[in-house]
């Protein structure tokens, strides 16, 4: 595997070292940060390939590190894995609605970690198209800029809400059900749950504001983006 950096941003010493340790051995670089905001501070400076990221830290918490880094330009499109003790089904969603990648809990094996990062870095390595910009409804994305805008002005998604509405869009008037839509915009290497589907939806509806139509719900199986 080619040289990449990981950044792991975990108070707990020991466990931030047996992470550090297990990753270096399978040739990745590592730096650690102990608080959120010397975990931003490092994911702003040396900008890594991913980062993974605890929930509950000194200072800034994982939900605000994350939540600020979507909001910076150089930051917005880092792949970001939180790992936490925090297991209740609305952590998770809200970790995803903060703009997380992938959750994963604690206690993990270190393997299906390991799958996991090298899913989410196989997801953010994709090759981009030369055709890349697609309009519907006032909607317009741009794939390789990863900008979207709706009636010219800019919409704020994350890399998962801009996945999934790149894929809508590109398929418009055909109807999906839950597992393909986390297929196409969480990847189909994830475990998730089902209804995390929903929550980026939700999401994804309230950014578009005037447009919030386009993405319809077919009761019983899912959605679809609306056709021309």
């Known amino acids: 595997m080619k040289s990449t950096t990981i950044l792991i941003v975990e108070d707990e010493e020991s466990l931030a070292q047996v992470l550090s340790y297990n990753l270096q051995n399978e040739g990745f670089q590592v730096l650690t940060a102990a608080t959120g905001t010397q975990g931003l501070a490092l994911a702003q400076s040396k900008q890594p390939d991913l980062v993974i990221l605890d929930l509950m830290l000194p200072g800034l918490n994982g939900l605000e590190v994350c939540q600020q880094l979507r909001q910076n330009m150089q930051t917005k499109n880092l792949p970001i894995l939180m790992l936490t003790a925090r297991s209740e089904e609305s952590d998770e969603l809200s970790g995803f609605m903060h703009g997380a990648d992938d959750y994963v809990t604690k206690p993990f094996k270190f393997k299906l970690l390991f799958e996991r990062i090298k899913a989410l870095l196989r997801r953010h390595e994709r090759p981009q198209k030369e055709s890349n910009i697609v309009t519907l409804h006032n909607i317009e994305l741009d794939e390789l800029r990863h900008q979207v805008t ?7 998604l994350t890399p998962t809400e801009f996945r999934l509405l790149h894929f809508f869009m590109n398929n418009p008037g055909r109807v999906y059900n839950r597992q393909d839509l986390m297929a196409e915009s969480i ?42």
């Open 150 to 156: 709706l009636e010219d002005k800019p919409i704020h």
């Open 187 to 228: 990847g189909d290497e994830t475990i998730v749950l089902e209804r995390t589907i929903d929550v980026h939806i939700r999401s994804l509806r309230t950014k578009l504001e005037s447009r919030s139509d386009t993405i319809e719900t077919v009761r019983g199986i899912g959605y679809r983006f609306k056709s021309p």
